[in-house]
């Protein structure tokens, strides 16, 4: 069954250090997504990405977050000046089509920012 | 906005003893709607989804969700759960909507007594 996979599975960085995460979603799906969940907390939204474009964020996807398809596989989120808060598990997603059918999530990226 | 409420945020059952997870949801179209699970470090898994059609939906490893759209409600039932069932469990709503975004509930921790 095709997987979307994500690297690395932890990462540990300083605060203020930039870091990211990469991704490669499922070869024939258009639409990709950014949510993290904090370490006992629900999981949430953070930005969607369709044709080179961000198509929805959330408030937390702020300037210091930002998305990239640098080529025709990975899909990548940068966060440029890492914060103690945002410490989570960063999970990618990716969809064959609009609307909600066909997610996939990747296992997910464990961030430690100390 | 959409929302998702899952009431009970830890249940304790019995191994063999029946389950239900409760999830109430708020969206202002026809809701997609989702149950993951995540086991403790874990991704999130897909159990089962609802679009259309049938209002009882199967999943994988014997879970089953209802669709009550008068109710807003799609409860997650097990008939006999096993001690590896012990997990967290999310809720999540979507739909035919720009950003394809999901919004998941608070989880509800299922623990497992021997």
């Known amino acids: 069954e095709p997987e979307v996979t994500q690297t690395p599975s932890h990462q540990v960085t300083q605060m203020g250090q930039e870091v990211i995460l990469r991704c490669v979603p499922i070869s024939n799906h258009l639409y990709f997504y950014w949510y993290r969940q904090i370490l006992g907390q629900k999981v949430e939204f953070l930005v969607s990405f369709y044709n080179n474009e961000i198509s929805e964020k959330s408030e937390i996807f702020d300037d210091q977050f930002s998305v990239e398809r640098p080529d025709g596989s990975n899909f990548t989120l940068k966060i440029r000046s890492t914060k103690l808060e945002d410490s989570a598990m960063y999970f990618c997603a990716s969809s064959e089509e609009t609307g909600s059918y066909g997610y996939t999530f990747g296992s997910g990226t464990r961030l430690t920012v100390v | 906005a959409q929302s998702v409420t899952q009431p009970d945020i830890h249940i304790t059952v019995s191994e063999g003893a029946s389950l239900e997870l409760r999830c109430n949801y708020s969206y202002g179209a026809t809701p997609y709607l989702f149950w993951y699970v995540q086991s403790p470090g874990q991704g999130l898994q897909l159990l089962l989804k609802y679009f259309s059609g049938d209002t009882l939906v199967q999943g994988i490893k014997g879970f089953e969700a209802e669709f009550k759209r008068s109710q807003s409600s799609f409860n997650l039932r097990k008939p006999s759960v096993h001690w590896s069932d012990a997990a967290e469990y999310f809720c999540?709503?979507?739909?035919?909507?720009?950003?394809?975004?999901?919004?998941f509930g608070g989880g509800t921790r299922l623990m497992v007594k021997p």
């Open positions: 999540a709503v979507g739909g035919y909507n720009a950003g394809n975004m999901l919004t």
